[in-house]
């Protein structure tokens, strides 16, 4: 059962435009919400994350959207460019006991054409 | 800096073989993990560790052992090798902050 569920599978944008990747959860327990981004041949890593307690955060071109009653996050790139053609995945993560436990997303496979 | 370091980087193994996918980390954290990540299904949690001589079953923990006898390492034994255990495998961990560090991945082919 696909407890955090992300779309779409692919995106082709073109240099310059706005990549928008969502993802949508079912428990209200999740009290963190990572984002992750992998280039090919590469381990992912923490790209950006963000608390329920903010609708939104800002690292540079990277944003993340968070609705909380609707139970939904996204990733927005602006200014999208062909370094930023990787594989994104979204996580939600809850305490459970005395460690975490993270749900994550199938990912995101983004082509950013030049 | 190394981070999260395993070995090999590729492997091929036949059908029965077993072997040993080595992980190290030289960040003092206590939770390790292993995921292995297939076309279309994301990252899968096989087993984890909350600290040296504790682990525990992930989401598909079937034809793989782990062990955890020091902090800083955590190797992954296919016991009996299978083609469905064909995958690209990636160690993480991470510490009393949320973020994981996960390694350079570890390429799987069994024929």
């Known amino acids: 059962q696909q407890q955090v569920k992300q779309s779409p599978q692919s995106l082709i944008v073109q240099k310059g435009g706005i990549s928008i990747i969502n993802c949508a959860y079912e428990?209200?327990?999740?009290?963190?919400f990572p984002w992750y981004q992998q280039f090919p041949g590469k381990g992912p890593a923490l790209l950006i994350a963000?608390?329920?307690d903010v609708s939104e955060k800002k690292e540079g071109r990277f944003t993340i959207s968070f609705n909380k009653s609707a139970k939904q996050f996204s990733l927005h790139i602006m200014d999208s460019q062909p370094g930023d053609s990787a594989t994104y995945f979204c996580?939600?993560?809850?305490?459970?006991?005395?460690?975490?436990?993270?749900?994550w997303g199938l990912g995101t496979s983004l082509a950013v054409n030049p | 800096n190394a981070g999260v370091t395993q070995t090999p980087k590729f492997q091929v193994l036949k059908t029965g073989q077993s072997m040993t996918l080595q992980c190290a980390q030289d960040?003092?954290?206590?939770?390790m993990s292993w995921y292995r990540q297939d076309p279309g299904m994301g990252l899968r949690l096989i087993h984890y560790?909350?600290?040296?001589?504790?682990?525990d079953q992930g989401e598909v923990p079937n034809g793989y052992n782990v062990s955890r006898s020091t902090t800083e390492d955590f190797p992954l034994r296919l016991l009996s090798a299978a083609p469905s255990q064909t995958s690209v495998y990636f160690c993480?961990?991470?510490?009393?902050?949320?973020?994981?560090?996960f390694g350079e991945g570890s390429w799987l082919t069994v024929v």
């Open positions: 963000i608390r329920p």
């Open positions: 560790s909350v600290g040296a001589g504790i682990t």
């Open positions: 428990n209200t327990a999740f009290d963190y």
């Open positions: 996580a939600a993560s809850t305490r459970a006991g005395n460690n975490r436990k993270l749900i």
């Open positions: 960040m003092n954290h206590e939770y």
């Open positions: 993480a961990s991470s510490g009393y902050r949320n973020t994981i560090y």
